[in-house]
């Protein structure tokens, strides 16, 4: 019986690490890292240009 506790608590330490790393991931792409990092390359089409692009 007292095994079976031991395992469940070492699962919830490996999930409290987990969500830790990965709250702490998301913290630090959201306010360190520059967003220039993630922004995919956009291409403009053709019916977009300076003026309006008739979308709206």
């Known amino acids: 019986m007292f095994y079976y506790l031991k395992k ?4 919830q330490h490996i999930l409290v ?10 913290l630090i792409k ?3 890292l ?7 390359k956009r ?3 053709k019916g977009c240009s300076d003026g309006d692009c008739g979308c709206h």
């Open 8 to 11: 469940m608590h070492i699962l």
């Open 17 to 26: 690490y987990i969500t830790v790393a990965v709250a702490l991931g998301y």
């Open 30 to 32: 959201k306010f360190l």
């Open 34 to 40: 520059p967003k220039s990092l993630f922004a995919g």
């Open 43 to 45: 291409k403009n089409s």
